[in-house]
């Protein structure tokens, strides 16, 4: 079965800084990848994905995370944060299909961002 | 614009009380989750649907029940609530022949069980 490492649960860091949260994945086989954001008192939304193609991914507000085979990882970077990026984090992986041809994913267990100013 | 709505965004139930929680998708998406989000335990997927009364288990279904009588409607059932349920509760959906693969989720309900 699939595992999905957030290796951090909290990471403090001032406004204008750049950060790392860091994701790692127990299965080497062909997988899909995620970053979602949960803002406070808010679902969950997504941030960006992997599916094929360039091992970098990037989204709107300036994260980007880069596809690592090798090392089973997917980790998520910006390089100046701002106070609204304070946020919780979960990286998610897909690996195959499952019941009814549906992709289940597993999630990490989350990385809170603090942006402190 | 996509949108996933819960019928209750905060909850207060008794021990011993039967609890619904409504999710409601509006993309026609063929898959619906539902899950439990606890501090430093992330999201736990407790059934999914990939169809019309079909459900599938997930990882932590025990004191859990689902219903999906129709695509665009899931829901779950406490059937006798207790306080190890107290938590945060989450639908998701995604599409099945999209091949987008990424899910759409509820803005929670916050579920208190005293």
């Known amino acids: 079965a699939q595992s999905v490492t957030q290796l951090d649960s909290q990471v403090p860091v001032f406004e204008e800084a750049p950060v790392e949260l860091r994701c790692n994945y127990s299965?080497?086989?062909?997988?899909?990848l995620f970053w979602y954001v949960q803002y406070p008192n808010q679902g969950l939304q997504l941030l960006l994905k992997?599916?094929?193609?360039?091992?970098l991914v990037e989204s709107i507000n300036g994260f980007e995370a880069e596809f690592n085979k090798s090392q089973t990882s997917f980790h998520l970077r910006k390089p100046s944060v701002h106070i609204s990026d304070t946020a919780e984090y979960f990286c998610a992986v897909s690996e195959s299909a499952g019941s009814g041809g549906s992709y289940i994913p597993t999630f990490g267990r989350g990385t809170s961002l603090i942006v402190h100013p | 614009d996509v949108k996933v709505t819960q019928s209750s965004r905060y909850l207060v139930k008794r021990t011993g009380e039967k609890v619904f929680l409504e999710c409601v998708q509006d993309?026609?998406?063929?898959?619906m989750f539902w899950y439990r989000q606890d501090p430093g335990l992330g999201l736990r997927l407790i059934y999914f649907s990939y169809d019309v009364k079909m459900k599938e288990k997930g990882d932590i279904p025990e004191g859990y029940s689902v219903s999906r009588e129709k695509k665009e409607r899931f829901s779950l059932i406490l059937e006798s609530a207790s306080t190890n349920q107290t938590s945060m509760y989450l639908c998701?959906?995604?599409?099945?022949?999209?091949?987008?693969?990424?899910?759409?989720f509820g803005p929670g309900t916050r579920l208190t069980v005293t």
């Open positions: 299965s080497s086989v062909s997988v899909y």
């Open positions: 992997y599916l094929s193609g360039s091992t």
């Open positions: 998701a959906s995604s599409s099945r022949v999209a091949f987008t693969y990424e899910q759409y």
């Open positions: 993309m026609d998406h063929e898959n």
